[in-house]
């Protein structure tokens, strides 16, 4: 595991970034997956934009704080991220069927703000093959420890790998 501390500064980029696309996700009437969560909607956009720039400055990676985007991936096109509040209605990394991105890592984020902790990773494939349904329907969730979940030391090495000139290195 590892724990990154925002700044100030990084805090209040996240969450203008945040406030952007729940605003979006409101003015296109784009569905709430996560209707039974106790976490307002806009307090979800924020903390996952935190989580997001948490794990581009861990990684080294480009974060673009987009807005009104599904399609991409959350952090230097190379890693998604799942953001979980530490005290809310559950910790473990969910997945969902829409929009799976089967080749591309999900790292679970537990979130206290300042503070995130980065739990571990799962490809999306496998996140969707071993997980668990529960009341959320097309979402599965993988339990918040390792195994199943793979260290963020392994994660670094894809990292690296996907960030080699030569395409055949990865």
Same mark, same amino acid.
């Given at each position: 595991?590892?724990?990154?501390?925002?700044?100030?500064?990084?805090?209040?980029?996240?969450?203008?970034?945040?406030?952007?696309?729940?605003?979006?996700?409101?003015?296109?009437?784009?569905?709430?997956?996560?209707?039974?969560?106790?976490?307002?909607?806009?307090?979800?956009?924020?903390?996952?934009?935190?989580?997001?720039?948490?794990?581009?400055?861990?990684?080294?990676?480009?974060?673009?704080?987009?807005?009104?985007?599904?399609?991409?991936?959350?952090?230097?096109?190379?890693?998604?991220?799942?953001?979980?509040?530490?005290?809310?209605? =559950?910790? *473990?990394?969910?997945?969902?069927?829409?929009?799976?991105? #089967?080749? /591309?890592?999900?790292? $679970?984020?537990?979130? !206290?703000?300042?503070?995130?902790?980065?739990?571990?990773?799962?490809?999306?494939?496998?996140?969707?093959?071993? =997980?668990? *349904?529960?009341?959320?329907?097309?979402?599965?969730?993988? #339990?918040? /420890?390792?195994?199943? $979940?793979?260290?963020? !030391?392994?994660?670094?090495?894809?990292?690296?790998?996907?960030?080699?000139?030569?395409?055949?290195?990865?």
């Amino acid at each position: 595991m590892v724990v990154v501390t925002l700044k100030p500064n990084e805090l209040l980029t996240a969450a203008i970034a945040g406030v952007r696309r729940q605003v979006s996700a409101l003015a296109n009437s784009r569905e709430d997956y996560c209707h039974n969560d106790s976490v307002d909607p806009f307090e979800r956009h924020i903390m996952g934009a935190m989580a997001e720039l948490a794990v581009a400055r861990t990684f080294n990676l480009f974060w673009a704080d987009e807005t009104g985007r599904i399609d991409g991936s959350d952090v230097g096109g190379v890693i998604e991220v799942r953001a979980r509040k530490i005290g809310g209605r =559950g910790l *473990d990394l969910g997945i969902r069927e829409r929009g799976n991105k #089967p080749n /591309k890592p999900y790292l $679970l984020v537990h979130c !206290d703000v300042p503070r995130f902790f980065l739990i571990g990773w799962i490809f999306g494939r496998e996140g969707w093959a071993i =997980g668990k *349904d529960n009341n959320l329907p097309g979402v599965r969730w993988v #339990p918040a /420890k390792i195994p199943p $979940l793979h260290t963020v !030391d392994e994660l670094r090495i894809i990292v690296e790998r996907a960030a080699r000139p030569f395409p055949g290195d990865f």
